[in-house]
Each structure stands twice: as C-alpha cells, then as structure tokens.
C-alpha cells in the first residue's frame, strides 16, 4: 500500500477557472477526508465521506465546491469558477471509521494557486 | 464549539535542548487528543495520540499526557534534534459522536539549529 495519494501535486489556475483535484485513500479505508490548509493555519474540515456517502460538509464549502466519492474508493473535490481567496493547500485523508481515534493518514496534498 | 489553542511561533531551540509545545482545547465530552506533524514539503503525520484522561502518547521521543483537569496536551521532549525541526499540530476528535473529524490548532513551527 503506497498511502494515500493526492493528485495533482501543484496547480496554477486562472481566476474563474474551474479545477478538479483527486485522492486515492488506502484502500481498506472507508472515511475519506477534504481539508483545507492556508498557510500559517492549522488544516480546516472541509467534508467527509463514509464509503459513497457524503456526511457531512463545513459551511467553508461554499456552492462552488464539490466532492464526489461514487464507488467509495477514490474521491475528486471540483472547485467552479476559482477565486484567489480559494489559493490554498487542500489535503485528504482516510481512515477506518472504526479507529478514527486512531488518527488519519494523510495525503501530500495538493498546492492550489489562482492568479 | 470544539477549538485547540497552541503557543505561537516560530520557536528556535539549539540541538539537544529541551522543547515543550503547549496546548490546550475546548469540547465537550471526552475527546481524543493527538500530536500530528508537518516536515517541509510533505503531509501531515500522526506524531502521538491519547484517547482517554491521564494517557501518555509517546512516539520518537515525543510525549504528551492528557490532562482533562487542566484541558491540556503539552509536548514535550527532552533533547531536540535538528531533524525536529517541522510544524506541530495540536488536534482533537470526539469519536463517541458523529462528528468525529479532526479539530486542529494553528500549528506551532519548531526549528532546531545545532
């Protein structure tokens, strides 16, 4: 198991764009994470997954956000018509619901710039 | 709401000297604590955890004890090596609802010259 992978690693985009970002947990993990982390801050809870189900999402994800976990494997966060304060790092994570005080495993992360 | 509180940084410690990150947290019920860490250009890490009062985490070197009295999770280590230098995180879940996604602090940034 390679852990969880998160690709692309660095995306420029132009304001207004729209991008797509897409993580693979491990594979026996049935909770899949989306944070987001500026820089100088502490990683914030954007959304999270139970297998397909989408559970819960933080009013940080505004309407122009969204995830998608259609088989319960590997999930994509689509963020539409990007605005510059949408410039962060945005990292997933998985987990097995059972343990997750156990902690997550977390992805490398995926550096968003909108210019 | 839930929140984790950390000392702020940068702090600078010489190799060998003695780190202490403090932290303290706010929730409800009897959340799980833990320590994740950040090296330059890579993911977060989990460092350490403690899931119920009076725990001790402990992983590298690192250790921090759960203390409810006090709502606190200090870490602490005895002699800091230059391959320390990283950011810290302090974070918080409360497995026993179902809202038990992770709660992070700021971070605290840790370098160590020798």
């Known amino acids: 198991d390679t852990g969880v992978s998160q690709d692309p690693r660095h995306k420029i985009t132009k304001r207004g764009q729209n991008v797509t970002f897409r993580c693979d947990p491990i594979s026996e993990h049935n909770r899949l994470y989306w944070y987001r982390q500026t820089l100088g801050q502490g990683p914030e809870f954007l959304t999270y997954f139970q297998n397909e189900a989408q559970l819960e999402k933080s009013r940080l994800l505004s309407d122009r956000f969204s995830a998608e976990r259609p088989k319960g494997s590997f999930s994509t966060l689509e963020i539409q018509r990007t605005e510059q304060g949408d410039s962060a790092m945005y990292l997933c994570?998985?987990?097995?619901?059972?343990?997750?005080?156990?902690?997550?495993?977390f992805g490398s992360g995926t550096r968003l710039t909108v210019v | 709401g839930d929140s984790v509180t950390q000392m702020e940084g940068p702090v600078t410690l010489s190799e060998e000297a003695f780190l202490t990150i403090n932290c303290t947290y706010t929730?409800?019920?009897?959340?799980?604590l833990f320590w994740y860490v950040q090296y330059p250009g890579e993911g977060l890490q989990l460092l350490l955890k403690?899931?119920?009062?009076?725990d001790k985490g402990s992983n590298k070197g690192f250790e921090a004890t759960y203390r409810k009295e006090t709502t606190s999770f200090h870490l602490e280590k005895g002699s800091v090596q230059v391959s320390d230098s990283a950011v810290y995180f302090c974070a918080l879940s409360r497995p026993e609802t179902s809202y038990d996604k992770v709660i992070f602090g700021p971070g605290t940034s840790l370098s160590v010259i020798p």
């Open positions: 929730a409800t019920g009897y959340p799980s």
């Open positions: 403690a899931t119920k009062a009076d």
């Open positions: 994570a998985s987990s097995l619901w059972e343990s997750t005080n156990y902690g997550y495993t």
